[in-house]
C-alpha cells in the first residue's frame, strides 16, 4: 500500500486482480472518463482512488485484512483501461444495513446484476451501525473540508501561470498531495450517497402520501459548482475553469497516442438559459407537509442533497488539480530530461522522484507496452479467472431497460452534442456526459442517454437544472431532428411523427 500513498506503481503495465474479488466494471468511469488511460493519468486516478477507498472503509469498520494488501482492492488497470472492482464495492455494500450490492449497481454500474458478496467478511450488525455513524460524521464536516481544499487549489493555480522548470517540481509535488485529499473527498461523498439515498427512500415511504413523486422532486440539489464554472469558462476571468475545454481525466491528451481517446468535440453553447419557474423542492415541501413530517422529510432530503453537492464539488476540485498537471508535467519532464513523447508511460510518483533521464528508457519500454496493450478489446464487465484468464461474465449482456433518473416531462427537437442547437425546445440523445454535454443543460429542455445511472454526473446535473433525464437509452433509435417526449420518471421516449 506503500505504493498507493505515494501515487506511484512500479512494475507492469496491468495491476493484479484482487485474490478474491474478480469482477469488475467500467461503471462511473465508461460515463466520463476516456475508454484508455495512459499510465500518467492513471497515477492520478487510479493509484490515489484507491487510497482514499482504504482510508474510508478504515474508519468506517478498521483495518480488514481484505482491503490491505500490495494489490489493488477496489480499482484496477487491464491493458490500459481503468475499471471498477465490482465485487469489492458489492462488499462494502454488505457490510452496510439496509443497502444491498444491486443498490450499488443502480446507483453507479448502470443497473448491471451485482456479484455475490463474501458473507463470511460481512461486518456484524454492531459494527455496521457503528460504520455508518462513523461515515456520517466524516460527511457532516466534508464541506468545510471541501472548501478549504478549493482555496489551497486557487493559491496553486494562480501559481502555475508562472511556473517554469525549475519550480515546476516543487509545483507537482504540492498538487500531488492536494489530489490525494480530493479524491478523498470525492469517494466519501460517492460512497455515501448509495446507504443516504436509500435511507431517504425508506423514511420517505413512511411520512409521505405519494413518495415517488415527492422523490422525484427532492432529489434535486441545491446549486452545484458547475453552474459557477461554466459561467467562468465562459467569461474567461479565472484558469479556475480552464478544466472544462479539456477532456476529464486524461493529462496526456495531446500525445499522439491518447488523443484519439481523450478527443472531444469543442462546444460553444449559445441560446437562450432556461429559467425554472416552480418553487423550491424546500419550499414545496413546507406547502405540503408541516409540522413532525415536514422536519422529518426536510432533515433527511437536506443530507442527502448537500452529500451530492459534495460529490460534485470535490469532483470539480479534482479534475482541476489533474489539469494542473496537464500544465506542469511536461516542465516536468524537460527538467528531467524524459523526452517530450515518453513522459505520459511514467508515473507521477517516477517522474518527481527520477534522476535526470535515468527513467527514460523504462518509458520507452512501457510505450510499447501500451501500444501492444491498446491493440487487446476489452469488454466493459470482465470477470478474471485464477489463471488470470479475463473474459466477460453473463451480466455483462444484461441491457438494462431506459431508467429515469430526473422527473419530469419534456418535448423537443432530438439534438446530438456535436450538432447546431436549434431556437426551438430541443432535447440533448448523447452518450455520456462528457464535457461536450454538461454546457448545453441550460439551454436543453431535458437529456436522454445511452450511459449512466441513478446517481452519475449527469443524473445530479439535470435535477441540478430542473429538466428531466433518462439514462440506459436505445439513442441509435432516435434520429437527430425528430421531436421526442420524455418522461424523467418513468423512462419513457415517444418519437412524434
Same mark, same amino acid.
Given at each position: 500500500?506503500?505504493?498507493?500513498?505515494? *501515487?506511484?506503481? =512500479? %512494475?507492469?503495465?496491468?495491476?493484479?486482480?484482487?485474490?478474491?474479488?474478480? #469482477?469488475?466494471?467500467?461503471?462511473?468511469?465508461?460515463?466520463?472518463?476516456?475508454?484508455?488511460?495512459?499510465?500518467?493519468?492513471?497515477?492520478? !486516478?487510479?493509484?490515489?482512488?484507491?487510497?482514499?477507498?482504504? +482510508?474510508?472503509?478504515?474508519?468506517?469498520?478498521?483495518? +480488514?485484512?481484505?482491503?490491505?494488501?500490495?494489490?489493488?482492492?477496489?480499482?484496477?488497470?487491464?491493458?490500459?483501461?481503468?475499471?471498477?472492482?465490482?465485487? @469489492?464495492? @458489492?462488499?462494502?455494500?454488505?457490510?452496510?444495513?439496509?443497502?444491498?450490492?444491486?443498490?450499488?449497481?443502480?446507483?453507479?454500474?448502470?443497473?448491471?446484476?451485482?456479484?455475490?458478496?463474501?458473507?463470511?467478511?460481512?461486518?456484524?450488525?454492531?459494527?455496521?451501525?457503528?460504520?455508518?455513524?462513523?461515515?456520517?460524521?466524516?460527511?457532516?464536516?466534508?464541506? =468545510?473540508?471541501?472548501?478549504?481544499?478549493?482555496?489551497?487549489?486557487?493559491?496553486?493555480?494562480?501559481?502555475? !501561470?508562472?511556473?517554469?522548470?525549475?519550480?515546476?517540481?516543487?509545483?507537482?509535488?504540492?498538487?500531488?498531495?492536494?489530489?490525494?485529499?480530493?479524491?478523498?473527498?470525492?469517494?466519501?461523498?460517492?460512497?455515501?450517497?448509495?446507504? &443516504?439515498?436509500?435511507?431517504?427512500?425508506?423514511?420517505?415511504?413512511?411520512?409521505?402520501?405519494?413518495?415517488?413523486?415527492?422523490?422525484? &422532486?427532492?432529489?434535486?440539489?441545491?446549486?452545484?459548482?458547475?453552474?459557477?464554472?461554466?459561467?467562468?469558462?465562459?467569461?474567461?476571468?479565472?484558469?479556475?475553469?480552464?478544466?472544462?475545454?479539456?477532456?476529464?481525466?486524461?493529462?496526456?491528451?495531446?500525445?499522439?497516442?491518447?488523443?484519439?481517446?481523450?478527443?472531444?468535440?469543442?462546444?460553444?453553447?449559445?441560446?437562450?438559459?432556461?429559467?425554472?419557474?416552480?418553487?423550491?423542492?424546500?419550499?414545496?415541501?413546507?406547502?405540503?407537509?408541516?409540522?413532525?413530517?415536514? +422536519?422529518?422529510?426536510?432533515?433527511?432530503?437536506?443530507?442527502?442533497?448537500?452529500?451530492?453537492?459534495?460529490?460534485?464539488?470535490?469532483?470539480?476540485?479534482?479534475?482541476?488539480?489533474?489539469?494542473?498537471?496537464?500544465? &506542469?508535467?511536461?516542465?516536468?519532464?524537460?527538467?528531467?530530461?524524459?523526452?517530450?513523447?515518453?513522459?505520459?508511460?511514467?508515473?507521477?510518483?517516477?517522474?518527481?522522484?527520477?534522476?535526470?533521464?535515468?527513467?527514460?528508457?523504462?518509458?520507452?519500454?512501457?510505450?510499447? *507496452?501500451?501500444?501492444?496493450?491498446?491493440?487487446?478489446?476489452?469488454?466493459?464487465?470482465?470477470?478474471?479467472?485464477?489463471?488470470?484468464? #479475463?473474459?466477460?461474465?453473463?451480466?455483462?449482456? !444484461?441491457?438494462?431497460?431506459?431508467?429515469?433518473?430526473?422527473?419530469?416531462?419534456?418535448?423537443? #427537437?432530438?439534438?446530438?452534442?456535436?450538432?447546431?442547437?436549434?431556437?426551438?425546445?430541443?432535447?440533448?440523445?448523447?452518450?455520456?456526459?462528457?464535457?461536450?454535454?454538461?454546457?448545453?443543460?441550460?439551454?436543453?429542455?431535458?437529456? !436522454?442517454?445511452?450511459?449512466?445511472?441513478?446517481?452519475?454526473?449527469?443524473? #445530479?446535473?439535470?435535477?441540478?437544472? %430542473?429538466?428531466?433525464?433518462?439514462?440506459?437509452?436505445?439513442?441509435?433509435?432516435?434520429?437527430?431532428?425528430?421531436?421526442?417526449?420524455?418522461?424523467?420518471?418513468?423512462?419513457?421516449?415517444?418519437?412524434?411523427?
Amino acid at each position: 500500500m506503500r505504493e498507493c500513498e505515494r *501515487l506511484g506503481v =512500479v %512494475g507492469p503495465l496491468d495491476t493484479d486482480p484482487h485474490p478474491a474479488f474478480r #469482477i469488475y466494471s467500467a461503471g462511473n468511469f465508461g460515463e466520463v472518463a476516456p475508454e484508455r488511460l495512459s499510465p500518467f493519468s492513471w497515477s492520478l !486516478v487510479g493509484t490515489p482512488m484507491e487510497a482514499a477507498t482504504r +482510508r474510508l472503509t478504515e474508519k468506517m469498520w478498521g483495518a +480488514r485484512s481484505w482491503t490491505t494488501g500490495e494489490h489493488y482492492t477496489f480499482l484496477g488497470y487491464f491493458k490500459c483501461r481503468p475499471y471498477h472492482n465490482y465485487s @469489492a464495492y @458489492a462488499q462494502i455494500a454488505a457490510s452496510v444495513p439496509g443497502v444491498t450490492a444491486d443498490d450499488v449497481g443502480l446507483a453507479y454500474f448502470e443497473g448491471i446484476p451485482a456479484p455475490a458478496s463474501f458473507g463470511a467478511l460481512a461486518e456484524n450488525k454492531i459494527n455496521q451501525m457503528r460504520g455508518v455513524v462513523r461515515m456520517g460524521r466524516e460527511i457532516a464536516l466534508a464541506v =468545510v473540508r471541501i472548501r478549504n481544499l478549493e482555496e489551497r487549489l486557487v493559491d496553486l493555480e494562480a501559481r502555475i !501561470v508562472l511556473a517554469d522548470a525549475y519550480s515546476a517540481s516543487s509545483l507537482a509535488r504540492e498538487a500531488a498531495t492536494l489530489i490525494r485529499s480530493c479524491w478523498y473527498e470525492h469517494i466519501l461523498s460517492t460512497t455515501s450517497l448509495v446507504p &443516504l439515498a436509500r435511507y431517504q427512500d425508506k423514511v420517505l415511504e413512511r411520512v409521505c402520501d405519494q413518495p415517488d413523486d415527492v422523490i422525484a &422532486l427532492l432529489t434535486r440539489p441545491s446549486e452545484l459548482v458547475w453552474k459557477r464554472l461554466h459561467r467562468l469558462a465562459v467569461t474567461g476571468e479565472t484558469n479556475s475553469a480552464e478544466f472544462l475545454h479539456y477532456p476529464f481525466y486524461e493529462v496526456a491528451h495531446q500525445h499522439s497516442i491518447w488523443t484519439k481517446y481523450s478527443y472531444r468535440h469543442q462546444v460553444e453553447a449559445e441560446g437562450t438559459e432556461r429559467y425554472e419557474s416552480f418553487l423550491a423542492p424546500a419550499d414545496a415541501l413546507a406547502g405540503m407537509y408541516q409540522g413532525a413530517r415536514y +422536519r422529518v422529510m426536510a432533515g433527511v432530503t437536506k443530507t442527502v442533497a448537500e452529500t451530492m453537492a459534495c460529490r460534485e464539488h470535490s469532483k470539480s476540485l479534482v479534475m482541476r488539480v489533474l489539469h494542473v498537471f496537464r500544465t &506542469l508535467a511536461p516542465l516536468v519532464a524537460s527538467e528531467r530530461a524524459v523526452p517530450e513523447d515518453l513522459w505520459p508511460f511514467l508515473t507521477v510518483g517516477e517522474l518527481l522522484d527520477d534522476v535526470k533521464g535515468v527513467l527514460a528508457d523504462t518509458a520507452a519500454e512501457r510505450a510499447e *507496452l501500451c501500444q501492444e496493450a491498446l491493440t487487446v478489446g476489452l469488454p466493459e464487465n470482465i470477470e478474471i479467472t485464477g489463471d488470470g484468464e #479475463i473474459f466477460e461474465p453473463l451480466a455483462a449482456a !444484461v441491457r438494462v431497460q431506459p431508467r429515469g433518473v430526473s422527473g419530469g416531462f419534456a418535448s423537443g #427537437i432530438a439534438v446530438r452534442p456535436d450538432e447546431d442547437v436549434p431556437d426551438e425546445d430541443f432535447v440533448i440523445v448523447c452518450e455520456a456526459a462528457d464535457a461536450d454535454v454538461v454546457p448545453l443543460l441550460r439551454f436543453a429542455a431535458g437529456a !436522454v442517454s445511452r450511459r449512466g445511472s441513478a446517481m452519475s454526473h449527469l443524473a #445530479i446535473l439535470c435535477r441540478e437544472y %430542473g429538466i428531466p433525464c433518462i439514462v440506459g437509452a436505445d439513442i441509435e433509435a432516435i434520429p437527430s431532428g425528430v421531436v421526442i417526449a420524455i418522461d424523467g420518471g418513468t423512462g419513457k421516449v415517444k418519437i412524434h411523427d
